[in-house]
């Protein structure tokens, strides 16, 4: 069965370093999603994309962070300069369309602790 | 701001006994989610209900929709211990193009032998 991919698990950086968190969504998704969980907290939205583009993203969203579609598979989110509460389990996800049914994919998750 | 809330947010029962965690949410969707997660790992898709009174039911778990209430509810008859995981509910706020979910807070639900 397909499955939504991330690399790496577990991702340990010191903080101000730039880190590339990386997601191979299902190949014949079309929309792709960043989601972040703080331990012990609710999932929270970051970004969607779609056809190259940002479609969406919310407050947490800053300059520091970045998406990207290098190339026909992968899908990363770039954080540029970490920050300690930035720690946090990285969900990439994908979906078919936008339309009506539209259920959402999440991969395993990176684990992102800044030091 | 749009608020989604779940409760309760911790729930221990025994086995055999049934219970219901409610998702309350702030904003009109006919869209919601309900998602399962273990400890440490990503989150699993239960239940997709799309429309006011949708109803599903997979085993020993029942959600429902009621979107005149602003309401889901996740059902669990005669629960089993493998059912201990924490549960997300997930409103679909999105107005056109690609989806935005946002979640609850979670219930984390722990089923004693």
């Not at chain 1, 950086?13 to 190949?27: A, D, F, H, K, N």
């Not at chain 2, 049934?18 to 989150?43: A, E, F, H, M, V």
């Not at chain 2, 429902?64 to 997930?90: P, Q």
Request: negative net charge; contains cysteine; proline residues 4%.
């Amino acid at each position: 069965e397909p499955e939504v991919t991330q690399t790496p698990s577990h991702q340990v950086t010191q903080m101000g370093q730039e880190v590339i968190l990386r997601c191979v969504p299902i190949s014949n998704h079309l929309y792709f999603y960043w989601y972040r969980q703080i331990l012990g907290q609710k999932v929270e939205f970051l970004v969607s994309f779609y056809n190259n583009e940002i479609s969406e993203k919310s407050e947490i969203f800053d300059d520091q962070f970045s998406v990207e579609r290098p190339d026909g598979s992968n899908f990363t989110l770039k954080i540029r300069s970490t920050k300690l509460e930035d720690s946090a389990m990285y969900f990439c996800a994908s979906s078919v369309t936008a339309g009506v049914y539209n259920e959402q994919f999440f991969g395993p998750g990176t684990r992102l602790t800044v030091l | 701001e749009l608020k989604v809330e779940q409760n309760p947010l911790f729930l221990s029962m025994q086995e055999g006994k049934n219970y219901t965690i409610y998702c309350n949410y702030s904003t009109t969707s006919d869209r919601l989610y309900w998602y399962r997660q273990d400890p440490g790992k990503s989150l699993e898709s239960l239940f997709v209900l799309l429309s006011n009174g949708a109803v599903k039911q997979e085993g020993r778990l029942m959600a429902s929709l009621d979107t005149k209430a602003r309401l889901s509810t996740l059902h669990i008859t005669a629960a089993v211990h493998d059912l201990s995981a924490t549960y997300f509910c997930a409103v679909d706020v999105s107005i056109q193009g690609a989806q935005k979910l946002v979640f609850g807070q979670g219930t984390r639900l722990t089923i004693n032998p």
